[in-house]
Structures are given as C-alpha cells and as structure tokens.
Nanobody
Framework: QVQLVESGGGLVQAGGSLRLSCAAS????????MGWFRQAPGKEREFVAA????????YYADSVKGRFTISRDNAKNTVYLQMNSLKPEDTAVYYCAAPRRVFGNVILTTGGYDYWGQGTQVTVSS
C-alpha cells in the first residue's frame, strides 16, 4: 500500500504560481514512478505530468508544457508540481498518483496508477 497526501492548492490570480506537494508513505518511494493528474468539474480526470523513479525523466501534457515542472525529493518521499503562469483553465482538483509496480515504464494515463491521494483544489481567477 502507498498513502499519498497532497497539499499546496489554493486560490490564485491568472498569471500567478502555486507549488503542490505530495507526501508518500508505505512503500519505497524511490522505486516508484509518480504522476500528477487533474479533474475539472464535469470533465474526466486527465494527465498533467509524470516523473520516473529517479527523477531522470519527466513528461508533461501539452497544455502545461513550459509552465509546469514536476520534480521529486526521494530523501523526503515527496513529489512536487511547480505551476507558473496559471490560467483559469488550470482550475481543477489536482491528484498525485503512484503505480503498484516499481520501476518500469512511466504511464501517462489514469489506468497506469493504483494509488491516489485525496486531491487538492486549485482555483485560478481571471
């Protein structure tokens, strides 16, 4: 089992920044690829960013590329999502996620993840 707890969401004006954190416990975090997803009202949950187990590879949705940065600190069992130049369309509940399988290929869809946090709300006002 992996427990994930997100934090750092809030209300920000368009053009502003937020940094989300996701603290993991329960398994060897440093062996796990990690992902960030988001879900806006009335929409399906969508991929935002992912990072491989050692931080050497990162992946982004086209909609956030160049504005968001995913990173991790394996010593702190934490993955981060730095969000800059936020837009109203970034408004959503943001979730971090982890797969059951260690190492392996990074998956960019919700089906590749088995453990989810409770989510943190990000609201961007225009």
């Amino acid at each position: 089992q992996v427990q994930l707890v997100e934090s750092g969401g809030g209300l920000v004006q368009a053009g502003g920044s937020l940094r989300l954190s996701c603290a993991a416990s329960g398994r060897t975090f440093s062996n796990l690829n990690m992902g960030w997803f988001r879900q806006a009202p009335g929409k399906e949950r969508e991929f935002v960013a992912a990072i491989n187990w050692n931080g050497g590879s990162t992946y982004y949705a086209d909609s956030v590329k160049g504005r968001f940065t995913i990173s991790r600190d394996n010593a702190k069992n934490t993955v981060y999502l730095q969000m800059n130049s936020l837009k109203p369309e970034d408004t959503a509940v943001y979730y971090c996620a982890a797969p059951r399988r260690v190492f392996g290929n990074v998956i960019l869809t919700t089906g590749g993840y088995d453990y989810w946090g409770q989510g943190t709300q990000v609201t961007v006002s225009s």
